[in-house]
């Protein structure tokens, strides 16, 4: 196939304009023009260990995660088996669809368990936080919402 039918057949996810072709070898050396070296930013780029979640932190974060991730998760598979049990044993008979929509909202709060556990755990490694972590959540959120205006407007 040419380039020239390979341009007509666009995949769903390229761009609509056409890029710029970049020119072939060029036989003789160009001269480069001066540039400038851009000057030093005021912020001082962060090595690893600063940039790391620390220690305390994470097991906190681990420990949250399990507790709101974990028990609406191991509260569907308990009614998938429940259900099945019921159905097989009982004269009892759950209409599927119920069943189906109980999982999917067990399994779909265990997922935003996941968001919760993260950003309910207190990021402070002095201080724990409370027990259901509605402060620290809110905390959380607006410092995560913070960073990502900061992040937009950067990149604008």
Not at 8 to 28: C, H, I, M
Not at 124 to 129: A, P, Q
């Amino acid at each position: 196939m040419s380039a020239e039918e390979s341009e007509g057949n666009a995949l769903p996810f390229e761009p609509k304009t056409k890029r710029q072709k970049v020119a072939k070898a060029v036989s003789k050396p160009q001269p480069q023009a001066f540039i400038p070296e851009k000057q030093p930013s005021k912020e001082r780029p962060f090595n690893k260990e600063e940039m790391a979640i620390p220690q305390v932190v994470s097991q906190r974060m681990i420990r949250r995660v399990a507790g709101f991730c974990g028990i609406p998760t191991a509260l569907g598979i308990t009614t998938l088996v429940v259900s099945y049990l019921l159905t097989m044993y009982s004269e009892i008979r759950l209409p599927p669809i119920a069943v189906l929509l109980v999982n999917m909202g067990l399994f779909g709060l265990g997922v935003l368990g996941i968001t919760y556990g993260v950003l309910s755990a207190s990021w402070d490694e002095e201080r724990v936080g409370s027990w259901l972590g509605l402060g620290e959540f809110s905390t959380n959120w607006g410092r995560m919402v913070e960073v990502w205006r900061e992040t937009r407007q950067k990149k604008v």
